[in-house]
């Protein structure tokens, strides 16, 4: 009797540690389980751990692709690749493709938001600068690889000067609007470590054009080509201290105001939380990532001819379509926070995005072309140039007091129609077949 009871004295005991066990950590209950697959409640735990797992995905699957209105267009990207091998009509190809890339794009700056809210801020906006762009990346990477140098600077010229004038001044004008009856402030340390930033990129692009313009070179077209490679490696450089000292140096710096604006946010709305998890979030970027690499093969390969069937310029596609497009998830996102009055996390999408393109973007493609044996250099002609310098320039002004209104945005609107028009009768004077 003495043993019996003993033993049920140690199978009660067991009994109610597992449960406080269970009260206390459900991870470890279910680890106990699983060490124990012969008992039916295994079985049943297991079957509710598949159970969740499929709700999970499904749950992704549903808040990715079909909770989005702009999901309407994906079917274009699958018709655009049918057209390229059933007609011949560039036009039709460039067209779906463009649009079909347009949800994508907006969808990869979703899940880079959702993988923010596990990285933190500062990492977040870095990570929402890097994926914004990966679009241009991705089409300037392949027309690189065919040779279309003009189009691949193009392309990241018109990336900036759409980030700088259409993105920040649409954000300025709705924050503007909505947020009538007071002034909308941001952090002027970031704004002028940014702008120091795109002027030092002008600098990088101005001298090899002076150069080549005013037949100054040592060797005619080989020092140009020499001083781009150099100064891209510089700029690469002066890009990587440029994190070092916003992610680890100087954080406080970025984050003072934001912070600030967050303690004072009680009355507000609650927080947001992520809507998919981290892994679910990277597993999408991988995937969006990838099918906007396809369709991008398939523009890249329509532009001329869309440019000789439309009759217009390939540098008005280059620098105006194509970074529309492809801004298509920082025009969102920088509006989004504008009218949330969260106007840091506004430039750091906008200008940030714009830094990022022209001291890392630029330089990785001349550099990626060295390695390709593709003379790309930093000589965007004159036009190009004294366009990205005036821009510059203009939205430096406008940042340098450290507050937004709804008539600063107006006015970045209308300057980027009049670059817009200005591309539109702008012929490319180099018809270099490069």
Known sequence: MGSVGDKLDI????EISFSSSHATNKIESLHFDSAHMASPRSFYSSRVLRKMHQISYFRSVYFVILKAKINVLLPFGPLAILLHYLTKKHEWVFFFSLVGITPLAERLGYATEQLAFY???????LLNATFGNATEMIISLYALNNGMMRVVKQSLLGSILSNMLLVLGCAFFCGGIVHQQKVQVFSKATALVNSGLLLMAVMGLLFPAVLHFTHTEVHFGKSELALSRFSSCIMLVAYASYLFFQLKSQPNL????????????????????????????IGWLAILTVWISVLSGYLVD??????DSMNMPVSFISVILLPIVGNAAEHASAIMFAMKDKLDITLGVAIGSSTQISMFVIPFCVVVGWFMGKPMDLNFQLFETATLFITVLVVAFMLQEGTSNYFKGLMLILCYLIVAASFFVHVDPSKEGE
Not at 11 to 14: G, I, R, V
Not at 119 to 125: K, L, Q, R
Not at 263 to 281: G, L, R, V
């Open 11 to 14: 199978e009660s005991d067991e």
């Open 119 to 125: 990285t933190g801020p500062t990492v977040g906006g």
């Open 254 to 281: 970025y984050s003072s105001i934001d912070e600030g604006r967050e303690n004072n946010a009680e009355n507000s709305d609650e927080e947001e939380a992520p809507e998919i998890t981290q892994w679910e979030a």
């Open 302 to 307: 329509a532009i001329e001819g869309a440019s």
